[in-house]
């Protein structure tokens, strides 16, 4: 019988679908059936050389703890098929919901590639896109994804580098003369949408640093903390 692993702090979000979002809460009724709640207490230590992680075994399986894209992303590894199961954790950009965190999905892409060549993994299966193949492919493509989501904030850093004040609208607007491919593709996923992507994770990654949202009209305005 097939079984679904997943982390606990899912459930709120699995009971708000269920009751607010029907179209997408009917499909879920059948797998909840299935579904085995991973608690965080119960969480082992796992490490692969430099790769560690919190996480769960599940046969022959491991699953691993993988914030950043949410609080409660988990990737799925198997050994004896060198397969590796990202999800959403490897999704650019990302985090793209206030729940997530750049400091802690950046920690977690160093882990999965880290993981990725040392346990020579040859596939790689991620949420939303084809599968990647191939140990020197799924290396690449993993330490490229790192590299994308480094290189963006990089690039809001320079935006907001000296400012008290900015508008979410001014640093969108200088991030757009980017010349970094990273930028230009965050900017080719779904914006001008709002928020977008690109929105969200400027949001979160000013908080990270200590940034206040002082104004939430046409995309808000943040003030730098004190010195």
Known sequence: EARCYTHE?????????????????????????????LAEAEAQEFAFAEARFRGWKAGEAFILATPGHSPDSVAVYVPGSHALFTGDTTWYVSP??????VRLLLGSAANLRALAATERVSYLGHGH?????????????LLGYEMKEKSLVSQIDKVIAGKE???????????????????????????????????????VLLREKGWQRVDRAEGGAWVAPEA
């Not at 702090?9 to 579904?35: C, N, V, W, Y």
């Not at 990647?132 to 493509?141: L, N, Y």
């Open 9 to 37: 702090g899912a459930r709120q979000d699995t009971e708000f679908f269920l009751k607010h979002m029907p179209q997408i809460g009917r499909p879920m009724q059948s797998g909840l059936a299935h579904t085995e709640w």
């Open 96 to 101: 793209n919901n206030q729940r997530g965190s």
């Open 129 to 141: 896109y084809p599968p990647v193949t191939g140990e020197k492919a799924v290396f690449d493509w």
């Open 165 to 203: 004040r900015v508008t979410v609208e001014a640093c969108l607007a200088r991030l757009r003369q980017s010349s970094s491919p990273a930028v230009k593709e965050a900017f080719e996923i779904n914006f001008p949408r709002l928020p977008s992507y690109i929105d969200v994770f400027l949001g």
